[in-house]
């Protein structure tokens, strides 16, 4: 049973630790996206 628990607790911190690196990228591509429209929006209206 202790065994049981332990490899849950196992499986959760691996899964939280890969969608932490996941999001991390996905939202570093987001953040630039929209920096680069911020910029080309801004240019454009001047």
Avoid: C
């Avoid at 691996?14 to 939202?27: E, N």
């Amino acid at each position: 049973m202790e065994w049981l628990v332990l490899w849950i607790v196992v499986g959760v911190v691996v899964a939280a630790g890969s969608a932490a690196i996941w999001g991390r990228r996905y939202f570093r591509h987001e953040i630039d996206r929209a920096k680069r429209i911020r910029r080309a929006n801004r240019g454009g209206g001047r």
